[in-house]
């Protein structure tokens, strides 16, 4: 089993930027695909991007390709998301989680841990 603590959310204007951080530990963080997602209220949950066991594939959802990256550091067990050119939109909790498989998904089915997940306010 693997556990994830996300962290590193905040307020921001807009325009600004922020970097998550998804802590790992359990399992051999490695073996695991990694995903972030957010939900704001009253929405359901949507996919921001993944990344493969060893970081060399990336995939985005439309709404954040150009501005945000994800990244992981597997020395540190350590999962990020690069977050540029906030917008009030990107307000959310955002989550990250891990699949054992090894695929790399774009929506929530699939993925077997998740973290609790930490806030984002962007502020116009």
């Known amino acids: 089993q693997v556990q994830l603590v996300e962290s590193g959310g905040g307020l921001v204007q807009a325009g600004g930027s922020l970097r998550l951080s998804c802590a790992a530990s359990?399992?051999?963080?490695?073996?695991?695909?990694m995903g972030w997602f957010r939900q704001a209220p009253g929405k359901d949950r949507e996919f921001v991007a993944a990344?493969?066991?060893?970081?060399?594939?990336?995939t985005y959802g439309d709404s954040v390709k150009g501005r945000f990256t994800i990244s992981r550091d597997n020395a540190k067990n350590t999962l990020y998301l690069q977050m540029n050119s906030l917008k009030p939109e990107d307000t959310a909790v955002y989550y990250c989680?891990?699949?054992?498989?090894?695929?790399?998904?774009?929506?929530?089915?699939?993925?077997?841990?998740w973290g609790q997940g930490t806030q984002v306010t962007v502020s116009s």
């Open positions: 990344i493969s066991r060893s970081g060399g594939v990336t």
């Open positions: 989680a891990a699949d054992r498989t090894g695929v790399i998904r774009t929506t929530r089915i699939g993925y077997d841990y």
């Open positions: 359990g399992r051999t963080f490695s073996d695991y695909s």
